[in-house]
């Protein structure tokens, strides 16, 4: 049997398989790819991981279109999104995310800036930490390219992690997955967390609306 982690476990979801929810019985719950067997583990659902995976991308890009529509790219901001375009393209292949998504998230983090550094010490296109790039084995963190794709690893595991809940995986990137996990796997009460899933979801729909349009 599989090596169960409290509350969930990493996933990468693969086309045709199934999602499980169990709970135990101290309420821990646990997502998983195969069937569990434990007398003290109660199955909630089992649910079609692209059927979730279709219904989450409808409900994020749903919420996009609730919120006042993002305002227009300044032309600086075009610029530097031009920029990155074909990288981001790439990266997001390689990892198996949306480009739109990708696309949304560097927006939110660094406007494209690649010398972006907040007041935490996050860097780069992706804002990443000095121990999420060692995490991801990011050897030069200032190069946009490896900063880009460390913070796409990183994204791409926290939504395997979250069983494809957007919301939570970006949760979890602003706040740590530990966060998301403390609170019961939903998106914390902090104010800063809450804004940052906003407005990555306001971006994702311009951007799909976007592409759409093209």
Do not use: C
Not at 61 to 83: H, K, W
Not at 132 to 159: C, F, H, Q, S
């Amino acid at each position: 049997m599989r090596a169960l982690i409290p509350l969930l476990l990493i996933l990468p979801l693969t086309a045709g398989a199934d999602i499980y929810k169990y709970v135990d019985a101290e309420g821990k719950i646990y997502f998983t790819d195969a069937p569990l067997q434990g007398g003290d583990l109660k199955l909630e659902w089992k649910r079609d991981a692209n059927k979730v995976a279709k219904e989450n991308t409808a409900k994020v890009l749903a919420i996009g279109r609730s919120r006042p529509f993002v305002e227009s790219a300044p032309a600086d901001l075009s610029a530097r999104r031009a920029r990155y375009e074909r990288i981001i393209e790439l990266v997001a292949s390689q990892e198996n995310l949306r480009p739109e998504l990708l696309h949304a998230v560097v927006r939110t983090e660094s406007a494209y800036n690649p010398v972006a550094v907040s007041p935490a010490g996050a860097t780069g296109l992706m804002q990443l930490m000095p121990a999420t790039a060692a995490r991801y084995r990011v050897a030069d963190i200032d190069d946009p390219t490896e900063n880009l794709r460390g913070g796409a690893r990183y994204l791409r595991d926290l939504l395997d992690m979250f069983g494809n809940d957007l919301q939570l995986a970006l949760a979890a990137y602003n706040a740590g997955e530990n966060a998301v996990a403390q609170y019961g796997n939903r998106i914390p009460p902090y104010p800063e967390t809450q804004r940052y899933v906003r407005k990555v979801l306001q971006y994702l729909w311009a951007e799909q609306t976007s592409a759409n349009k093209g």
